[in-house]
């Protein structure tokens, strides 16, 4: 399984972009694909994550509303809408396959098992 995400650049506050991540294969234990971040001196966040049939959606509180996860129709490649986008969204985006279970409901990097590079977004203020 290898994920490959694209879409990341220089971008202005208030800009819209979308990150695109393909995903070649599908791990036994993989349930959903999601977008996770990582700031300098930060740990990685959670942000979305969708299942692979598409129906499902979750979204960490601190982008819901600005931020939208989609499917394709051909299921392989998964989508980041970021909207009103802020300088403290300044970070590497990653996507993810999560091949673990949360016990609690929780979305957290722990339960993703499979990665893929990230790709740099920056934004100006």
């Known amino acids: 399984v290898q994920l490959q995400a694209s879409g990341g650049g220089l971008v202005q506050a208030g800009d819209s972009l979308t990150l695109s991540c393909v995903v070649s294969g599908r791990a036994f234990n993989s349930y959903a694909t999601g977008w996770l971040r990582q700031a300098p001196g930060e740990e990685r966040e959670f942000l979305a994550a969708v299942t692979w049939s598409g129906d499902s959606t979750y979204y960490a509180d601190s982008v819901k509303g600005r931020f939208g996860i989609s499917r394709g129709a051909a299921k392989n490649t998964v989508y980041l809408q970021m909207n009103n986008v802020r300088p403290e969204d300044t970070a590497v985006y990653y996507c993810?396959?999560?091949?673990?279970?949360?016990?609690?409901?929780?979305?957290?990097?722990?339960?993703?098992?499979?990665w893929g590079q990230g790709t740099q977004v920056t934004v100006s203020s």
């Open positions: 993810a396959e999560a091949t673990r279970k949360s016990g609690d409901g929780i979305w957290d990097p722990f339960l993703f098992g499979i």
